[in-house]
């Protein structure tokens, strides 16, 4: 049948622009609807009076990420683009921070660690290491860790390595909770992307990628999908109230978003979906009138629950990248302990600003006086959580039949990053086009049509 559109991307953020970009790179017409006034969802980046603030937190490396330096590649950017951080990672304890969090020799300087609990670290990784071919990122449900969470895998070692490590690392950087959520997905990461002194940062913001990739697209902003349906043969959406057709749509938002729009998905989809929960984020970025940062030169300091109950770390963000503030100043980013989220969230701004950088003074003395301006980012779904239930649903639902409808988003790669959308954006453009090529009916040879 003839149909308004070829194809549809809902949602503007990285896997929607990766598999809009597959897509348009095979010939098709894709048009992207993006219910925000620009390009990145997660990773945006907001800009003013010289400060360029990222809504969340975003690092790549140079293992690990093969999806996104393809994408990289392919956006015309280079290493250049993506400068190395060379700052190292620090852990909060007993009253100042311990360097080397993430680097291989932590096994002999601690790195937050106690000395007695060094030794767990050592066997942690040496775990790993020989675990490495089972512990593959892009199958995190068929793992040596089974059904284990975070928490569960931690009591086989030293305390330390669950509150000095793993429960800071988890919660800073993903929001999770480690008594919920899979500890495949974690250990796999960290064996995938390599130590912190590999990492890398996008000069210009988080979405420098997200706006590369949509210069040459056919991006609708402010057009908020409200409804999308499989029809077999095609698939209908509603957007800004307007009916259309389409002979696929990617649906590239986070899983509960996605049900949210089709409420009756596949039921080779269904399981996974509906077990695909997310984690909320809240951050406050801090402009100030100087280069303040933690004390020991550290671009992230990682605050544990059992040293600090509201924030989960503090991050340097004119030390991870100078573009970040104006020369001579200083930006802050401070992250809620993902705990306290809920109850920050429903607090009115002022409050919650006033919370943090109280506990924020702590690690950056002279915060508060410093400030010149705070801004607020709240993710009600900024993480999958990917506990053991949503890895059990996963199989079925990447082995399930290509459809009219598909999904892409870092859940879909059980992977919490921009690799992950990356990835997820590359899968879900080769399964309409398998589809598409499957239902494509083909020319009559001459011979035939003689």
Known sequence: MSTDLDIAVVGAGLAGLAAAHELRRHGHEVRVF?????????????????????????????????????????????????????????????????????????VLTGAGLSPTARPSLARFLAWGE????????????????????????????????????????????FGWDPERSAASPLVALLLAVGPVSSWRVYRGGMDLLARRLAEPLDVRYGARAEEVTDHG???????????????????????????????????????????????????????????????????????PEDEEPLLSCVIADHLKCPD???????????????????????????????????????????????????HVHHWAEAMPELTPHALTRRGAFLDRPARCVEYAGDWVAARPSSEGAARSGALAASRVLARLAAHTPHAPSEETAA
């Open 34 to 106: 993006e219910a925000a006034a620009g390009p990145g969802g997660r990773m945006r980046s907001l800009r003013g009076d010289g400060y360029l603030m990222d809504t969340g937190a975003e690092q790549i490396s140079a293992r690990g990420y093969r999806a996104t330096w393809q994408l990289l590649r392919r956006a015309g950017l280079g290493p250049a683009d993506v400068p190395r951080i060379g700052r190292p990672m620090a852990m909060w304890r007993a009253g100042r921070p311990h360097n080397g969090v993430g680097d291989p020799r932590a």
């Open 130 to 173: 020989r675990h490495r071919a089972g512990l593959d990122h892009d199958h995190a449900e068929d793992t040596p860790l089974g059904t284990d969470t975070i928490a569960a895998m931690a009591r086989r070692y030293h305390p330390d390595l669950y509150d000095h490590l793993l429960q800071p690392l988890s919660s800073a950087f």
């Open 233 to 303: 043969t095609h698939a209908r959406l509603t957007v800004g109230g307007t009916p259309l057709t389409a002979r696929a749509v990617v649906l590239a938002l986070p899983a509960p978003a996605a049900l949210r729009l089709q409420p009756d998905p596949a039921p080779e989809a269904a399981g996974y979906l509906a077990a695909s929960s997310y984690r909320p984020m809240f951050k406050i970025s801090c402009a100030l009138d100087r280069p303040l940062a933690p004390r020991g030169g550290n671009y992230v300091l990682l605050t």
């Open 324 to 374: 970040r503030a104006p020369a001579g100043r200083g930006l802050v980013s401070l992250l809620a302990s993902p705990r306290r989220v809920p109850e920050l969230a429903a607090a009115d701004p002022a409050t919650a600003v006033r919370f943090m950088t109280r506990a924020a003074e702590r690690y950056v003395p002279g915060l508060r006086d410093a400030l010149v301006a705070t």
